[in-house]
């Protein structure tokens, strides 16, 4: 198998024709041996249905049927497991990331000593306030995790095999996918490109929020070093006011009135241990979701026409 394309289906029922249509013929361009993996993703509309249809009329159309919904990224993770192709291209179905950039990206491929080319936005879309958000988000992750996570980075990519083997071999039941893509090496080659408007997000800031905290616990432990360097610091702020205070009595006889400062104190460090025992509880229950070893997925069916195990049959990709 020369190429295998990647897809995750969730509401996609008003774009899995056109995509299917269009993916096709950006396929058969570069060649005749390719597949598409369709991987459903506990998707409430007709979904499954239509590419089953795809499926009995093109044999090769490969689907992944989840049990449920288990989340976008380890339905990207199931696909990739299931792809038999020297080549795999991951892509979105909704259509916003146009499935004519695979001719693009394997030109790039082609071109250049690499094993993954991915894709970057030229602009981030959205309002100031989510451009803001998104900026300090790579910050965030930069500073914290020592990731070096390129800016606007999307799904779609064109990758090795030997690279998605690598991929496959983090067994993390809590992670970010796209903190995956980069911590596992090799020489990766951005592409700048435009993402169409098709369906408004999902994401609000609430979800953008609770995702943030979740990469970083996910991905770092260095928040709680940080916490202990300020709970140092404190200390030592208060053992210095204490000294002072202390030897201002001495000199000259004046002790601090009030209850101000003593309220303002106890809010301080009430927030303080409030935020330091939420922070260890995080990664508590991260190690608690780690330590049960569920399967990232359960597969209910497969639609394929190969007689022989694919390579996730093979490997066991339930519990990748």
Partial sequence: MKLSIVTTLYCSAPYIEEFYR???????????????IFVNDGSPDDSLEMT????ERDSR??????????GHHKAMMTGLA?????????????????PELLRL????????????????QRARRGGYLERLSGSFFYWLVKKVCHIDLPKNVVTVRIMSRRYVKSLLQHRDREMFIAALWFETGYRQIPVAI???????????FGKKLRMSIDFVTAHSSNLLYYVFYLGLFISFLSFCCLAFFILRYFVTGQILAGWTSIIASIWMFGGLFVLLIGLV???????????????????????????????????????A
């Avoid at 269009?22 to 598409?36: K, L, S």
């Avoid at 435009?194 to 609000?204: I, L, M, R």
């Fill in 105 to 120: 990206f394997h030109q790039h491929f082609s071109d250049n000593t690499c094993d993954v080319v991915y894709g970057v």
């Fill in 194 to 204: 435009d993402k169409a408007t098709v369906k408004p997000t999902s994401y609000t």
């Fill in 52 to 55: 089953v249809r795809l499926h």
């Fill in 281 to 319: 509880g995080i990664y508590i229950a991260r190690i608690f979701t780690e330590v049960k070893q569920h399967p990232y997925t359960i597969i209910r069916d497969i639609y394929s026409s190969q007689e022989t195990p694919r390579e996730g049959q093979k490997t066991g990709a339930n519990d």
């Fill in 82 to 98: 299931y792809a038999n192709g020297e080549l795999i291209f991951l892509i979105d179905s909704d259509l916003e990331e146009q």
């Fill in 61 to 70: 159309v490969v689907i992944v049927d989840l049990s449920r919904n288990f």
């Fill in 22 to 36: 269009r993916i096709v013929a950006a396929a058969e361009q570069i060649t005749d041996e390719f597949e598409i």
